[in-house]
């Protein structure tokens, strides 16, 4: 799935996106609202990745939703 067609269903993703990144918060999901480079940089500040790291791990989160 493209981070468009989830972007455009995050209310559903988000129970996903919790399950993987535990650490954010609710407000941390709102905040982020189904935007990538929100997301990106979210995981950057609470878990102090790397943009490389950070990068990967969405990719794998994005091949893991395929539908």
Do not use: P
């Amino acid at each position: 799935m493209n981070w468009d067609q989830m972007e455009g269903k995050w209310t559903s993703f988000k129970g996903r996106v919790k399950e993987k990144w535990g650490k954010l918060t609710d407000d941390d999901l709102d905040v982020i609202n189904g935007r990538r480079e929100q997301l990106a940089g979210r995981l950057q500040h609470v878990y102090g990745f790397q943009k490389e790291k950070t990068e990967q791990q969405i990719r794998e989160f994005e091949k893991n939703c395929e539908c």
